[in-house]
């Protein structure tokens, strides 16, 4: 594999992480679709389904916290590899189940999914430094193509074959991404390796090191510490720039994914409207990363997040109030407009608020943010529908917490203010 950064090579892989963003959300999306039919066969609530598919997102982002370590003993490609299998063995699982318990170990399984793409970003780094920009750009429209494409693609097997075909072909398009890992780097840089030999004797051979060292317990925890990346957490830019909006932008985004189908049913639309009025957003998402390039030119990642946070939360807001066909479609847009830059931005936020050894951490940290919001979107949004019988109240208040992420941009800008102002001072 040809050495080097921004080369003919670097843009091959960036084609994998790509697709692998782009499996991953459509995956998510496509169960919205798959949602009604779930809900009816396996006889039971809608937050209890909607809560299961954001498992996908929550847990998958949760294990990929520890993905950091795994990279550093096999390697990028056999992780990527292993997870794509996995996931692929997740959705066949899923096309067997027969109970909310089944479903649920299928879609941990099929969670994996975001395990692999916690790797990939994690490597672009690793692959391009000029062009490092315009290349989150790019592999960030991965989210809009998957959910422009991948429910209509769903809703086309859904009609042919049942939910349960439908989940089985979901699995063979899934289990592409196993021989795209192949072309993934078999080693990261010499800044972050951690031989393999070395780890395993910090694991196993503890107990010869007690004898020395009387601190083992501290060391441990501090090699654990930095093993997932901890130390970011103990700065402040960190978290109210990249931690606190990533919350946010998971908490609305796959409220807005897994419910907004259900939603557009729910105010007289068909499932295709609905998934149509989705596809829109998605074309949204497509369009602003796209432009992130030259948007860049003009504003910084900051007000990026500040102006995407306020587009994003008054389009979930008019969804309430204007639900036609036509109306939904056109906020859908604005809608992916919105999150789809806020998304985007984050990733550049992690990099500027982390240095270069850390960006894999730092990514994974966004990762974790972004599926602990989506869990709790997932029972939220769902069980505020069951009780009350309409989506405006939970859409509402999707809305509320989009706005939340200007607070925390904006308690860090005005902390980062006077802690400067208290350095001159002094």
Avoid at 41 to 58: E, M, R
Avoid at 107 to 133: N, R, S
Avoid at 281 to 300: A, C, D, E, F
């Amino acid at each position: 594999m040809m050495s080097g950064k921004d080369n003919a090579t670097s843009w091959l892989v960036l084609s994998v992480v790509t697709f692998s963003v782009f499996l991953e959300i459509g995956t998510v999306k496509g169960f919205s679709v798959l949602l009604p039919d779930l809900k009816e066969q396996l006889d039971t609530q809608t937050w209890i389904v909607g809560s299961s598919i954001a498992i996908i997102t929550a847990f998958g982002y949760l294990l990929g916290l520890s993905s950091g370590f795994f990279v550093k003993v096999f390697s990028p490609r056999i992780c990527v590899m292993t997870s794509g299998l996995i996931a692929s063995i997740g959705l066949i699982v899923c096309s067997l189940a027969t109970s909310p318990p089944t479903l649920l170990l299928g879609l941990m399984f099929t969670g994996f999914l975001l395990v692999q793409e916690t790797v990939l970003v994690g490597v672009v780094p690793e692959y391009f430094d000029k062009y490092y920009k315009a290349a989150v750009g790019i592999y960030a429209c991965g989210t809009g193509l998957g959910i422009v494409i991948l429910p209509i693609i769903t809703q086309l097997l859904l009609d042919l074959y049942g939910w349960r075909g439908a989940l089985l072909i979901l699995s063979g398009i899934s289990f592409h991404s196993v021989p795209c890992g192949a072309l993934i780097k078999a080693h990261i840089s010499h800044e972050t390796k951690l031989s393999q030999d070395n780890v395993y004797h910090q694991l196993f051979n503890a107990e010869d090191a007690v004898a020395e060292d009387k601190s083992l317990p501290r060391k441990l925890l501090q090699d654990l510490s930095e093993a997932i990346g901890l130390p970011l957490l103990t700065r402040l830019p960190f978290i109210t720039r990249v931690v606190i909006p990533g919350f946010i932008w998971g908490y609305t985004l796959i409220g807005w994914m897994i419910y907004m189908v259900s939603f557009a049913v729910s105010n007289g639309l068909s499932i295709k409207q609905g998934s149509i009025v989705a596809a829109s957003g998605g074309v949204g998402v497509v369009v602003v990363r796209i432009s992130i390039p030259l948007l860049h030119k003009y504003m910084t990642y900051k007000e990026l997040l500040y102006i995407s946070s306020v587009i994003t939360a008054i389009s979930l807001s008019l969804t309430t109030f204007f639900t036609s066909y036509i109306a939904l479609n056109i906020i859908s847009l604005f809608f992916g407009l919105g999150i789809g830059c806020l998304g985007g931005e984050l990733y550049i936020s992690a990099k500027v608020n982390s240095e270069d050894s850390e960006h894999f951490y730092a990514i994974a940290w966004i990762h974790v943010a972004y599926g602990s919001g989506s869990i709790l979107s997932g029972i939220v949004t769902g069980l505020l529908y069951d009780v009350t019988g309409s989506f405006t109240i939970s859409f509402n208040i999707l809305a509320a917490i989009t706005l939340m992420t200007t607070v925390s941009l904006g308690c860090g800008d005005i902390f980062g203010i006077k802690k400067t102002c208290l350095g001159n001072v002094l």
